[in-house]
């Protein structure tokens, strides 16, 4: 794996943020980010670009293999060089279903993240569970909203 395309809401201020917090990052990866709903992305990707707005994060590899929600999120922060090792502590079950959460705070937050690094999981999951996401979107997202 070389490239992830990242397919973002152009109109989520969190989405926005990611893009540019990402651009600024040095990453493992290369990233190409496209509103899901440009033509770029419907041209790369016909059958996993929004027709209107998208409802989540998706990413996908060079190889083919696709992430939505929060393993989305994750996979943003495993392209990273100073985030990788927060990727694969996300991806544990307890702070899974808070990586959205989790990656709004550590784009805004080096404290936060530092106190973070000598925390354990479960006081992680309590700071998480009280940041409210920049956007809202439906926790359950069915794939065949993203395929023609």
Request: one cysteine or more; charged letters at 25%; hydrophobic letters at 45%.
């Amino acid at each position: 794996m070389q490239r992830l395309y990242l397919l973002y809401d152009g109109d989520c201020a969190l989405c926005r943020r990611l893009r540019n917090w990402l651009d600024e990052q040095p990453h493992w990866l290369e990233l190409q980010m496209l509103p899901a709903n440009s033509e770029a992305a419907k041209q790369l990707f016909p059958s996993l670009a929004a027709a209107g707005r998208p409802e989540e994060l998706v990413v996908v590899t060079d190889e083919g293999d696709y992430y939505k929600g929060n393993h989305a999120w994750i996979m943003c922060l495993y392209a990273l060089t100073e985030y990788r090792a927060w990727a694969y502590r996300l991806a544990r079950p307890l702070l899974l279903p808070l990586a959205r959460q989790a990656f709004d705070a550590l784009s805004h937050n080096r404290a936060r993240i530092s106190h973070w690094l000598r925390a354990d999981e479960a006081e992680i999951a309590r700071e998480l569970e009280r940041i409210k996401p920049s956007c809202v979107m439906p926790v359950e997202n069915k794939m065949k909203d993203y395929l023609e």
